[in-house]
């Protein structure tokens, strides 16, 4: 069975710094889906990034990066330009390959984001 | 807009009730639904997996006759959590996966707070 874990239950990072959130998992699967999900007060559960285990480049989309180590079945997030906006609850996710696959999430680290 | 509806948002019982929540798809047909249960402070745990025309699968530890899935469309999932209890008060969230919607995406619902008393 797949299981992901997050190490850091919580973070704070001061704004316009920089933080990285860690993420392992287990698996043992050769393609899969890695996720970040964000969960602001609203518990709305929004993508923030997404990976797919073929491709070695690391994604990127605006401020947030991954560094995604597939041998060290590690996956990160690096928040860059911290904004307040950013604070929230952030699970790192893992989904099989196949449309209908379940996601397995993380337990998740609160981060706060300091003025 | 909102692909993944839910209804209520907020839904307060006495204990010994019933209550039940819809998971609705907005854009586009779900074969499939998952419904996650997350409790304060911690991550999103899967409950069952709807399927549309077919009996629901459960996850280990869950109460198939307390939590009643019941996926009547293919744009309509619904849980029915039967007798309710003060210890099953949570956040109640429906997905819906990918495979259905064309993209590597999974929808979530806004989520609905059930409050026992």
């Known amino acids: 069975a797949q299981t992901v874990t997050q190490s850091q239950p919580e973070m704070s990072v001061q704004e316009a710094e920089t933080v990285t959130l860690s993420c392992t998992y287990d698996?043992?699967?050769?393609?899969?889906?890695l996720f970040w999900y964000k969960q602001p007060p609203s518990r709305q559960m929004i993508l923030v990034i997404r990976?797919?285990?073929?491709?070695?480049q690391n994604a990127t989309e605006n401020r947030f990066s991954v560094n995604f180590q597939k041998a060290a079945k590690s996956f990160s997030l690096k928040i860059s330009d911290s904004q307040l906006g950013d604070a929230a609850m952030y699970f790192c996710?893992?989904?099989?390959?196949?449309?209908?696959?379940?996601?397995?999430f993380g337990e998740g680290t609160q981060l706060t984001v300091n003025p | 807009g909102a692909v993944v509806s839910q209804h209520p948002s907020w839904v307060i019982c006495k204990s010994g009730t019933s209550v039940k929540i819809e998971c609705r798809s907005l854009?586009?047909?779900?074969?499939?639904m998952f419904w996650y249960r997350q409790f304060p402070k911690q991550s999103l745990m899967l409950m069952a997996t709807?399927?549309?025309?077919?009996?629901?699968?459960?996850e280990q530890g869950v109460e198939k006759d307390k939590f009643l899935i019941n996926h009547a469309s293919l744009t309509l999932s619904t849980l029915t959590v039967t007798s309710a209890h003060p210890e099953d008060s949570s956040f109640y969230i429906c997905?819906?996966?990918?495979?259905?919607?064309?993209?590597?995406?999974?929808?979530f619902g806004p989520g609905t707070r059930l409050t026992v008393t």
């Open positions: 997905s819906v996966p990918p495979g259905t919607s064309g993209t590597y995406e999974q929808y």
């Open positions: 698996t043992s699967e050769s393609d899969y889906y």
């Open positions: 990976q797919e285990a073929y491709k070695q």
């Open positions: 996710a893992y989904r099989r390959t196949g449309g209908f696959s379940r996601l397995t």
């Open positions: 854009d586009f047909q779900a074969t499939t």
């Open positions: 709807s399927n549309e025309g077919s009996k629901a699968t459960y």
